[in-house]
């Protein structure tokens, strides 16, 4: 390596690092924020508050009741007046049950009983899981297990056997916060000095173009490993992630990773003229990106017609290589698949922002 | 002393809204970018799973186990597929070819013939993605009891039915809940983008010091900067609102005057928290870094957006306050599917509230501190 380019490469990560705001930002928030989603968010939904209406001299559904509130899945709140609609409708219950008048002991032993469930679907997937949580309940209502039938379900979940969420989320929020950085970073450097007619000055140092392109990506490449390692260190240490694989194959994927969406930083900050456009370059990625990083919704059932934005995304490959080499081990053909089209990312944005880089000079 | 002349604060919301005029840029982010991103992902975002991809290893070969098949593929939620090598169907799921492995043993077809006898047939599903595995695992008692009733023949009967009423999305539709969401978490990103890097931008430039040595006080100042973008803002709400009412028939059962109000407030918050921003940084690419990691994520993942609130820790009941958009989720949800009112939303408003005359006196406060030597 020669050494204008070398200095080159050294001023960009002082130039980056000399701000001690710049610093917490890039290295102590990302960690700060793997934490606090770490501990927040939870895939499973807990706590939905219900109110169960039904005789106080009912035997049966005082039972019953008791069973709804043993779980973590639903938290007690009082019947008030006999009105089970307006608690719902005023929102200080999510759900309402309501036993028959006749009693459940009576119905239960005609065989036939049937219970109302009101919910609040203004938020459709909660609805539909304290829906199943209730018939869930319902199904043990008779005392005594079950006789099995002819015909069973034997499930068993694998790789994660007790649905931990963290070990699901990990994963999804690294990505998130390191395409969130690393773009950033990049998108806005190179817009920066041409804002501050500094840029032209790079351009009159004895710089091959590729040089100038090399050296405005190296020092962003380094910043996201190193933010890479500090994001998994707060991920695996904190929360009972596990890591499978070897851990060659987790730094090789994060590297692509990192390279690919700097080059992406690059290429948004190759086009743009001023810090404005690519900050609505970065975001018109980084949003739709994270987005469909797969711990919000499901990407697969996207419509057809756009599903392709979605095999535009490199969070779907960087999260599909993380949680395959952290769960699974990461097998060699997931592994070189994903790295691959990562790769081919990376090859055709820096072609991009070649060309482009070269027709802004001449 | 305080003097507050709005005269001086109404020039400089003149002089920036030539200058919003001028910049095709800061229009375009208002307006086009929140209608066409929820248009976009209004259309994407579906929460009911259809075709996951299962993988069935059949060493039966009977007809029993062929009506498995069938039940399972019938339902719509799953494709079965058939391996090459049946051998290797662990493979299949470290390979990410599929969400599950259905295997029936030799003996299936026979055992189910047999009274007093329980068939058993595993299925392995792929803990790795716990939002598919949680659907799938929804899913299964549905087909447990058709794969129960078909193949032998036998009813079985729930001891206790259960009839659901869905109040205020009778039909679940989920876009009537993703759309406000996705409204929420975009108008307070871009709120908070809009002055962050306008006002930075000033500083950068040096027009900012020139603003400064006029006798123009910091209030004026704040006062004059935000209030051209609050009506940027409602500009972008109401492309919106067109989007989620005529684009996804959203049904909007609340008042339109608490909306406008209520779209006020939470705008005006995006927009102090973003002027506090720049105040601080005074640098463009510090002001985006610190408006992007304070505003995207903590909306997309703590507002409530698709995370209940509820489901989190408790710490997380509290913390999840100091975020506008978890209050503005509230309203907008409230307003538009179960036409609350100012009785039912006065709690979220209230925080609203106290968030704009924090942020706001901060952001002054700061101004001030800068003015002084």
Known sequence: ?362 | MISFKFSRARSIALKEIRHILRDPFTVALALGLPFILVIFFGYAIDFDMKDIRLTCVDFDQSRASRQLTEIFSESGYFKIGFPERPDLFLQELDQEKTAGVLIVKPDFGKTLSSPGQTAKVQLLLDGADNSKTSAILSYLPGIQRAAAARLTGLKRQEPVKLRTRFLFNPELNSRWFVVPGLATVLIGLISILLTALTVAREWENGSMELLLSTPVRPLEIIVGKILPYVALGLGGVLFVYLAARIGFRVPFHGSHALFIAACLMFIMAGLSQGLLISVVTRQQQLAMQLSMISGLLPSLLLSGFIFPIESMPVFFHYFTAILPPRWFMVIARGIFLKGAGIGELIGPLAALLVMDIVLMTAATKRFKKDLEP
Not at chain 1, 312 to 326: A, E, G, H, S, W
Not at chain 1, 349 to 355: D, I
């Open chain 1, 1 to 362: 390596m020669n050494r204008t380019l070398n200095a080159f490469i050294k001023k960009e990560l002082a130039q980056t690092l000399r701000d001690p705001r710049m610093r917490v930002i890039l290295f102590v928030l990302p960690m700060v924020q793997m934490t606090l989603f770490g501990f927040a968010i939870s895939t499973e939904i807990k706590r939905l508050k219900l109110a169960v209406f039904h005789d106080p001299g009912d035997r049966a559904a005082r039972q019953l009741t008791e069973r709804f509130y043993s779980a973590d899945w639903f938290l007690r709140v009082e019947p008030e007046g006999d009105d089970p609609l307006r608690l719902v409708r005023s929102g200080r219950a999510d759900a309402a049950l309501v036993i028959p008048a006749e009693g459940l002991t009576r119905s239960l032993a005609r065989r036939e009983a049937t219970v109302q469930l009101i919910l609040d679907a203004s938020n459709a997937t909660k609805a539909r899981v304290a829906e199943s949580y209730v018939s869930k309940i319902l199904a043990t209502a008779r005392r005594g297990p079950e006789p099995p039938g002819p015909f069973q379900l034997d499930v068993r979940v694998l790789y994660n056997p007790t649905m931990e969420s963290s070990v699901f989320l990990v994963p999804g929020v690294m990505s998130m916060i390191l395409c969130l950085v690393t773009i950033i970073l990049t998108s806005m450097s190179m817009s920066k000095e041409k804002e501050r007619g500094t840029f032209e000055m790079i351009i009159s140092a004895p710089l091959e173009n590729w040089e100038i392109l090399l050296g405005k990506t190296v020092p962003f490449v380094l910043i996201g490993m190193l933010d890479t390692v500090l994001i998994l260190l707060a991920g695996t240490l904190l929360f009972d992630v596990p890591v499978r694989g070897e851990l060659w194959k987790l730094l090789l994927a994060a590297f692509v990773f990192v390279v690919t969406t700097v080059t992406i930083g690059i290429l948004i900050s190759t086009i743009s003229k001023n810090q404005q456009q690519s900050m609505l370059g970065s975001f018109l990625f980084v949003f739709p990106a994270t987005l469909m990083s797969g711990i919000m919704f499901p990407v697969e059932n996207m419509p057809k017609t756009i599903i392709v934005v979605a095999y535009l995304n490199p969070l779907k490959y960087f999260v599909t290589l993380l949680r395959n080499i952290l769960l699974k081990g990461g097998d060699p053909w997931v592994l070189w698949s994903n790295i691959g089209v990562l790769l081919l990312m990376a090859v055709a944005t820096t072609a991009l922002s070649f060309r482009r880089f070269h027709q802004t000079l001449n």
